[in-house]
């Protein structure tokens, strides 16, 4: 009888504490049994910094005490596009009021357009979407957005607002070069997922090897995407450093230099 071959272990890596997860949702119900020894891993797996999502004004009033004892964990707050007709004047004046009172949020998002699961309204998406830019603005901080089948119409609209040269940040990355070169051209970061370890991703590879390593970040979006060996388990960012181990390989520079460095692009752009 044959024996699977056990996954590698992210303690394994040996990476020191200067990596970021530039995207996680530790706040969900999927690490409501183990939420802080998976912080705890985090650490000694080498990540210093987590950016935790809340999805929305509710979640953040329910579950920002979650993160009370954990100052390595710093907040982004956004409407998600799937949502988008739940973005209110009551829910807005919400937000606004949490990110002047919580400096621990440090950009609004994820926000943008979800053609995928067409769950909203495509104009009750953008309009969400523009509202939520001008939050951004008028707090100074930093966007981070969400497109899934929408790449066009997100690009169109940041630009069409003006956001050329702001610090924006496409998280969950996937595409190919063509989108890649119009975010760096546009002066924007891309934060670069699990997948990218997997077989049969070579435009999302191809993309990779040609993003600048200053505007290069990683991140999980836990619990969902694990890079391998641990696709199809649950995230979480202890894992991250599978995903940084795999864009090293493509770019040809050591792991421990890209884990450098995509730390200090997320403690830049976040302001860590």
């Known amino acids: 009888m044959s024996r699977k071959k056990a996954r590698q272990e ?6 020191p504490l200067c990596g ?3 995207h ?4 969900l119900e999927d690490f409501d049994e183990d939420r802080e020894s998976i912080l705890a891993r985090a650490m000694a797996c080498g990540v210093s910094h987590i950016i935790n ?4 004004p509710d979640a953040f009033e329910r579950n920002k005490g979650l993160f009370d004892n954990h100052p390595q964990v710093s907040f982004l707050l956004g409407v998600h596009p799937n949502d988008a007709d739940k973005l209110t004047e009551e829910a807005l004046g919400r937000m606004r009021e949490h990110l002047k009172l919580y400096p621990r949020i440090k950009g609004v998002g994820e926000i943008g357009l979800d053609y995928y699961w ?8 953008k309009q969400a979407f ?6 951004a603005r008028e707090f100074s901080l930093p966007v ?27 998280h969950c990355f ?11 051209d546009n002066g924007w970061h891309i934060s670069v997922p699990g997948p990218v370890s997997f077989r049969k991703t070579d435009d999302l590879q191809a993309a990779v090897a040609r993003i600048p390593f200053d505007r290069l970040l990683i991140e999980t979006d836990c619990p969902y995407l694990a890079p391998e060996p641990w696709r199809g388990k649950r995230n979480h960012p202890a894992l991250v450093g599978f995903t940084a181990r795999r864009i090293a390989q493509i770019k040809g520079r050591p792991l421990e230099d890209l884990w450098q460095i995509t730390g200090d692009n997320a403690r830049r752009f976040f302001g860590l």
Not at 118 to 125: A, I, K, L, T
Not at 130 to 135: A, E, K, S
Not at 144 to 170: M, T
């Open 174 to 184: 996937g595409a190919g070069l063509e989108l890649a070169k119009t975010l760096v």
């Open 20 to 22: 970021v997860d530039s």
């Open 53 to 56: 999502v809340f999805l929305g």
């Open 24 to 27: 996680a949702h530790l706040d």
């Open 130 to 135: 523009i509202r939520q830019l001008d939050l």
């Open 144 to 170: 981070i957005i969400h497109s899934r089948d929408a790449n066009e119409d997100c690009v169109a609209i940041l630009e069409e607002q003006g956001f050329k040269g702001y610090p924006v940040l496409w």
């Open 118 to 125: 067409e769950r909203v309204d495509h104009d009750v998406q």
């Open 10 to 15: 992210p303690e394994s890596l040996e990476l």
